[in-house]
Each structure stands twice: as C-alpha cells, then as structure tokens.
C-alpha cells in the first residue's frame, strides 16, 4: 500500500512514517497542509491518504473534496484528535471513507488501515 501523510505536525509525521514502514507500508511522500496535500496527491497517485483535519494554507476536508473530485478511488482516511460526531459526518461527507483519532495505539491503527 502507498500512502501519503497530511499532517502539519512533523513529529507525527515522523513517528506515523517509522511507524508505517516498520508494517512493510509504503510512505511515498507527506504534505504539511492541504495545498501540499492535493499537490502531492496528484503527483504520487497513493492509494491511501491520511489527513489531518486541522492544518494551515487548507484545511483537510477542503483538501478531501478536492482529492476526491479529481481521484475518487483514492481512499482517504481522516487522522485527528477530535471526537466531535459533526467532524466526523463532515468527514464522510467530503468523501472520506474512514476517521482514526490519533490517540489510537499503533496496533489498532494498522489493523485499521
């Protein structure tokens, strides 16, 4: 699987990629916020994308509709810490096919995946 991480906190992005690659998961390439996020996604094609919700320049539900409307067989999986059920519907309605808070352990967020 090749995915691309969206998140504009480097330490996460950090530890998701050691993380990731330790399960034999293909990190092709990480954007710092949604303008990066669809760029990148445009150049690399991943298979999966995981987006933070909260990041500058574009926020990561603007940057899942616009993945989604030029991709649409990308899967895009919300990665944050908020709880909110109105974050979560407006996840699924921006075209993400699943929401992981980032207080998941790292066992459960690669069977997740």
């Known amino acids: ?5 969206a998140d504009d906190h480097l330490l996460l992005v950090e ?10 998961i293909d990190v092709v390439g990480t ?9 990148q996604a445009m150049a690399l094609q991943p298979d999966l994308i995981l ?5 500058p320049v574009c926020d990561g ?6 993945i989604k409307a030029q991709q649409p067989d990308t899967k895009i999986v919300i990665l944050t810490t908020s709880a909110e059920d109105r974050d979560l519907f ?14 998941t352990n790292g ?3 690669i069977e997740a995946l």
């Open 1 to 5: 699987m090749r995915v691309l991480l």
């Open 15 to 24: 530890g998701l990629t050691n993380l990731l690659r330790a399960n034999d």
């Open 31 to 39: 954007a710092s916020d949604g303008r990066q996020a669809v760029l």
């Open 51 to 55: 987006m933070d919700l909260s990041m």
């Open 61 to 66: 539900l603007t940057a899942t509709r616009l």
């Open 90 to 103: 407006d996840a699924v309605k921006s075209g993400a096919c699943g929401y992981l808070l980032k207080s």
């Open 107 to 109: 066992d459960a967020f």
